[in-house]
C-alpha cells in the first residue's frame, strides 16, 4: 500500500548560513558599529544580544528575512519576550522540530474531517499516511498545504 510521512523538519545548516549571514549584515551596519550585537546558535535556541532592546528589535526582522530566503519557515520559532540584563538586552527563539502530540493529534483530525480514503497515525514526531490509491496520499497533500496547522510541513519517504 502506497504511503508517506508527514513531518515538520528544519535544515541545520541552512539555519547556522542564514544566522552567520545576519552576524555579518550587524558587522557592516552603521547602526550597530561599536555594538557587540549578535545572534547565537545553540542546540535550536536562538539568542538575540545587542546593547538595548531596540536593537534587538532590529536584529528580528533581518534574521526572518535570512531564514525565509534560506527556505525556513518562521512559523516554527517561538519567541519569548526581550530581556533586560544589566547594560544588555537579550531574546531568546526557539526552533521547533518535530509534530509534538498536539499537533500531530490537529493533522490527523483534519486528514480524517476531510474525508479522504486514507489513514493516519502518529509514529513518534510523525505521521505516517497510508491509502490503497497514490491519488488519494497527493489529494491529502494537497489538503494539509492548504490547512493553516501552526507548524511548517514536510513529507517524506513516499512509497508506492
Do not use: W
Not at 547602526?31 to 532592546?53: H, M, P, R, Y
Not at 526581550?82 to 500531530?104: F, P
Amino acid at each position: 500500500m502506497p504511503s508517506f510521512d508527514i513531518v515538520s523538519e528544519v535544515d541545520g545548516h541552512e539555519l547556522q548560513n542564514a544566522i552567520d549571514q545576519v552576524n555579518k549584515e550587524i558587522a557592516n551596519r552603521f547602526d550597530f558599529k561599536g555594538s557587540d550585537a549578535k545572534v547565537e546558535n545553540k542546540e535550536s535556541v536562538l539568542t538575540l544580544s545587542a546593547q538595548s532592546d531596540f536593537q534587538v528589535q532590529q536584529i528580528r526582522p533581518m534574521l526572518y528575512e535570512k531564514l525565509v530566503k534560506r527556505g525556513i519557515d518562521v512559523q516554527c520559532l517561538d519567541e519569548s519576550p526581550i530581556e533586560q540584563s544589566g547594560m544588555r538586552a537579550h531574546q531568546r527563539i526557539t526552533v521547533r522540530e518535530g509534530l509534538d502530540k498536539e499537533s500531530a493529534k490537529k493533522v490527523v483530525k483534519a486528514i480524517k474531517e476531510a474525508k479522504l480514503k486514507v489513514q493516519a497515525a502518529v509514529q513518534g514526531e510523525q505521521v505516517r499516511v497510508t491509502g490503497k490509491k497514490r491519488d488519494d496520499l497527493q489529494q491529502t497533500m494537497a489538503m494539509l498545504r492548504g490547512a493553516d496547522l501552526g507548524m511548517p510541513l514536510q513529507y517524506n519517504n513516499f512509497r508506492d
